[in-house]
């Protein structure tokens, strides 16, 4: 189980979910695997394209993507993130409520590169974040084979 | 009505041959009418006939008198010529009457005495033109001659007025038959007309009554179709409510766990961080509060399963039943290695299935049957595949359609058989969680994946003895 006690520098990480204590789990979390970053968050679809448009000198390494989001869902950010030339290259991490089979498939045919269930214990939601985190850049970036999408962490 | 119809036209028939004797009956009975009355009129003329036959041979009997009593007076060569002439002419003329008395049997009797007197008045011609070449006629010889020939006389009178009596009973039934048939036949060509009216109208009739049916036929299919469209468009409605129903189910069912995840995060956070600050009847009320949250979201869980289970995403296809049970044995290793549990496998391997909702049928199957085996028993279950025609399930249609029977046999606690139809139904639980966990959709979702499969289940069992689930799929 690999930890960030050895991460050399600030990550920059983009968070887009609408839901407060989502994120604020999500900040204690990070903050308990000793995870030193820089995240930015956005409220809503939105949002997370006009912080994208700013960050355009200084691009996130990785994006959290809720799904059910106000004025603009996950579906629609991930389309357009994935059309885009200056940006379509980030990875982007589903961080939703959903295990539909249904929306894994589609998510992943719309070129997400992992999907990640929000945990319903602490422990578990530190687990999933380091390892997620854990990964190398270009391990990130890479397409995942459909059985591997699923982050899964016992 | 097909059947209707084959009635309509044979009664059709029936009346058009019926009519048809009936006029092959009239032409018949006309026809003897009218030979019946030529006969009659030929009768008539055959009275005159024999008349005149009866006068021409007194006739020639009287010439052939005249004839040999010249010859003996005079010796002239001349009138015994026509002695014999008019002899053989009267051979003729006794032919003649005779063919043409020949039906009446009085007279042929009067005839044959007709012939004799006839006979004996020549044979005394003869014998007297024999006597007159050696001597003189005597007068008594001359009286003698005439007696017969007075005899002759009367005979023939007699016969002349036993035609006259014949010809007037047959004048007067020629007159019957020539008053009669006319009317006869004015009466069959009557009776004629009239059978062609009657089947005229029978067959009026017969068609007014189809074209009614007819009619009614077309009002009954115009009926139909309207029916047809209204419940057509009910369906529709109905299809689209169930889509919205399952969509707000799923919906519901996914935002329901939004905050229950939150709940339980939040609770374990508590758990984690408040540690020693917590006190032991806190830290109690906190973990009985995430059993409940875990519970909760279970049963979301499987409601969402079983609100997905929806047969319109995939087809069925020829699969492999043991390969789908060895997925459910590695998908249930950590059960199977508890309790050390054994599934068999025994008939036909082809079963034709939803694959993924199959597997799902089967791993709720036997994931039951091994939690509902006592601690201290070895779960044995057993899946049996077999064909068997459709007449052979109960409450199916009486067709020879082949169905997969797939039967999942286990030795574990079993349960009342009052159950085996509530069984099925969602939340339906025979057992205190205390007892047994789960949340009483499992069964539920077999039974809608049957029924995606348009097949049928069947649960058997008796407490303590194990339970069968029996499953007819049409393969």
């Known amino acids: 189980m690999p930890t960030f006690n050895a991460m050399p520098q600030k990550r920059n990480i983009l968070l887009s979910d609408d839901d407060n204590d989502d994120c604020s789990l999500?900040?204690?979390?990070?903050?308990?695997?000793?995870?030193?970053?820089?995240?930015?968050?956005?409220?809503?679809?939105?949002?997370?394209?006009?912080?994208?448009?700013?960050?355009?000198?200084?691009?996130?390494?990785?994006?959290?993507?809720?799904?059910?989001?106000?004025?603009?869902?996950?579906?629609?950010?991930?389309?357009?993130?994935?059309?885009?030339?200056?940006?379509?290259?980030?990875?982007?991490?589903?961080?939703?409520?959903?295990?539909?089979?249904?929306?894994?498939?589609?998510?992943?045919?719309?070129?997400?590169?992992?999907?990640?269930?929000?945990?319903?214990?602490?422990?578990?939601?530190?687990?999933?974040?380091a390892y997620v985190l854990s990964l190398a850049p270009e391990e990130l970036n890479r397409k995942p084979s459909r059985e591997r999408f699923v982050v899964t962490v016992a | 009505?097909?059947?209707?119809?084959?009635?309509?036209?044979?009664?059709?028939?029936?009346?058009?041959i019926s009519s048809a004797i009936l006029l092959l009956l009239l032409s018949v009975l006309s026809y003897w009418r009218i030979s019946a009355l030529h006969k009659t009129s030929e009768m008539v003329n055959h009275t005159t006939q024999v008349k005149l036959d009866l006068e021409n041979i007194y006739t020639s009997?009287?010439?052939?008198?005249?004839?040999?009593?010249?010859?003996?007076?005079?010796?002239?060569?001349?009138?015994?010529?026509?002695?014999?002439?008019?002899?053989?002419?009267?051979?003729?003329?006794m032919d003649s009457l005779s063919a043409h008395i020949h039906d009446n049997y009085s007279q042929r009797a009067n005839v044959v005495k007709l012939r004799e007197i006839v006979d004996r008045r020549i044979d005394y011609m003869h014998y007297l033109l024999k006597q007159s070449e050696t001597k003189k006629i005597e007068i008594p010889q001359w009286l003698e001659a005439r007696k017969i020939m007075g005899e002759l006389r009367a005979h023939v009178s007699h016969m002349s007025?036993?035609?006259?009596?014949?010809?007037?009973?047959?004048?007067?039934?020629?007159?019957?038959?020539?008053?009669?048939?006319?009317?006869?036949?004015?009466?069959?060509?009557?009776?004629?007309?009239?059978?062609?009216?009657?089947?005229?109208?029978?067959?009026?009739?017969?068609?007014?009554?189809?074209?009614?049916?007819?009619?009614?036929?077309?009002?009954?299919?115009?009926?139909?179709?309207?029916?047809?469209?209204?419940?057509?468009?009910?369906?529709?409605?109905?299809?689209?409510?169930?889509?919205?129903?399952?969509?707000?189910?799923?919906i519901s069912s996914h935002d329901l766990q939004e905050p229950l995840r939150k709940m339980q995060t939040f609770i374990s956070r508590i758990l984690d961080k408040d540690q020693e600050t917590l006190s032991d009847t806190g830290k109690n009320y906190l973990k009985r509060t995430q059993d409940a949250a875990s519970r909760l979201q279970n049963l979301i869980q499987d409601l969402l399963a079983y609100s997905r289970v929806n047969k319109e995403i995939f087809p069925s296809k020829n699969e492999d039943l043991y390969l789908l049970v060895n997925e459910v044995r590695d998908e249930l290793v950590d059960e199977i290695n508890a309790k050390d549990a054994k599934i068999e496998v025994k008939g036909n391997k082809e079963i034709k299935i939803i694959s993924s909702q199959f597997?799902?049928?089967?791993?709720?199957?036997?994931?039951?049957?091994?939690?509902?085996?006592?601690?201290?028993?070895?779960p044995h279950i057993v899946i049996e595949n077999q064909m068997v025609p459709e007449s052979e399930i109960p409450g199916g249609h009486q067709t020879q359609k082949s169905f997969s029977k797939i039967t999942v046999a286990d030795n574990g606690i079993g349960f009342d058989p009052a159950y085996k139809e509530r069984i099925f139904e969602v939340f339906q639980r025979l057992h205190t969680r205390e007892e047994y966990s789960g949340t009483g959709i499992g069964l539920a979702i077999v039974k809608k994946i049957v029924e995606n499969h348009e097949g049928y289940v069947f649960a058997d069992g008796t407490e303590g003895k194990g339970a069968t689930f029996t499953i007819y799929i049409p393969s």
């Open chain 1, 26 to 129: 999500f900040l204690e979390a990070l903050e308990e695997v000793k995870c030193d970053a820089d995240v930015t968050i956005a409220r809503d679809g939105v949002t997370l394209m006009q912080a994208l448009d700013a960050s355009a000198d200084e691009k996130p390494e990785v994006i959290f993507l809720d799904l059910n989001m106000p004025r603009k869902n996950g579906f629609e950010c991930l389309h357009e993130i994935r059309k885009s030339l200056v940006f379509g290259q980030i990875p982007i991490v589903i961080y939703t409520t959903s295990n539909s089979s249904d929306i894994i498939e589609k998510v992943y045919e719309e070129g997400a590169n992992l999907y990640m269930t929000k945990p319903s214990s602490f422990s578990l939601l530190k687990k999933t974040l």
């Open chain 2, 1 to 16: 009505m097909r059947n209707m119809g084959n009635i309509r036209i044979n009664r059709i028939r029936v009346i058009f």
């Open chain 2, 61 to 93: 009997v009287s010439e052939a008198d005249s004839g040999h009593r010249g010859f003996i007076l005079t010796k002239d060569s001349v009138y015994i010529d026509r002695f014999d002439r008019t002899l053989a002419k009267l051979d003729v003329q």
């Open chain 2, 161 to 250: 007025t036993e035609e006259d009596m014949l010809s007037k009973l047959r004048r007067r039934s020629l007159d019957e038959e020539m008053l009669i048939t006319p009317l006869f036949t004015v009466f069959l060509t009557v009776a004629a007309l009239l059978v062609l009216i009657a089947s005229y109208f029978m067959v009026n009739r017969e068609l007014n009554t189809s074209n009614l049916l007819r009619d009614d036929l077309e009002e009954s299919q115009s009926q139909l179709t309207e029916r047809n469209a209204t419940l057509e468009q009910r369906n529709k409605s109905l299809d689209k409510m169930n889509k919205e129903l399952e969509s707000f189910t799923y």
């Open chain 2, 359 to 378: 597997r799902q049928l089967l791993l709720n199957l036997v994931s039951n049957a091994i939690k509902f085996t006592p601690a201290d028993v070895k």
